[in-house]
C-alpha cells in the first residue's frame, strides 16, 4: 500500500528511521539502544505494533540478528522482534510529529522561529531532543546540554526553557561580569 496513513496503515507498523552517521555512533550501538529501551518479549497484538529491526544492507541485518540472539540469551526467553529489510519510509501526518512537544504551545512557537518551514522542524534534531524532554525521557539539564551542542546560542535556549516553564537562571546562569 502506497500512502499509509494512521487510520489506513494496511500491512505497515508504525516506525521510526532513524538516519545516522556511523563515524560518530554505530549501527550496534542504535541495536544497544533499542534493546535497551524496549521490551520484545511479548508478541504484538498486531502488525501497527509489531517490534521490528529494519536493516539497509547484509551487515545492518548480521548485527540486527547477532544483537537479538544475544538479547535472548541475556534474558533467557524467546523475542518477538522480526527483523526485515528497510522498504520505503512514510512519514506520518504532520499532526503525528512530535506528538510529546506538540503539547507544549509555547516551547513549539519558539522553536519553530527557528525552523519555520515544517521539514526543517520535523527533521531537527533539537525539535527530536525537545519532544523526549516534554515526554519525560531526558532532564533540562540534559536538554540544555544538547541543545549547546547543536550550536543555539544562550537567548534562544533561554527562550526555549522560558516557554517550557523551567528556571531560566538554573541552567543558563548569566555570564559573570570578570574584573
Known amino acids: 500500500m502506497a500512502d499509509p496513513s494512521y487510520v489506513n496503515l494496511g ?11 556511523p563515524s560518530i555512533i554505530s549501527y550496534e550501538e542504535l ?9 520484545p ?10 517490534s521490528i529491526i529494519f536493516y539497509r544492507d547484509e551487515a545492518q541485518k548480521e548485527a540486527a540478528e547477532a544483537s537479538m540472539a544475544a538479547r535472548e540469551q541475556e534474558l533467557g526467553t524467546k523475542l518477538y ?3 526485515r529489510p528497510a522498504g520505503t519510509f512514510y512519514q506520518a501526518e504532520d499532526y503525528h510529529q512530535k506528538y510529546y512537544l506538540s503539547t507544549k504551545d509555547r516551547v513549539v512557537k519558539a522553536l ?3 525552523y519555520p518551514d515544517f521539514s526543517d522542524y520535523v527533521a531537527s534534531t533539537a525539535a527530536a531532543r525537545l519532544n523526549g524532554y516534554a515526554g ?5 539539564g540534559d536538554l540544555v546540554s544538547e541543545l549547546e551542542k547543536l550550536g543555539f546560542p544562550r537567548d534562544t535556549i533561554a527562550g526555549i526553557l522560558e516557554a517550557a516553564g523551567e528556571s531560566v537562571a538554573a541552567y543558563c546562569p548569566a555570564p559573570s561580569s570578570g574584573g
Open 11 to 21: 500491512d505497515h507498523s508504525e516506525s521510526i528511521e532513524i538516519t545516522f552517521d
Open 31 to 39: 541495536l544497544d539502544v533499542f534493546w535497551r529501551f524496549h521490551d
Open 41 to 50: 518479549e511479548y508478541p504484538a497484538y498486531s502488525t501497527q505494533y509489531a
Open 81 to 83: 522482534t522480526a527483523i
Open 112 to 114: 519553530r522561529a527557528v
Open 136 to 140: 519525560g525521557f531526558i532532564s533540562a
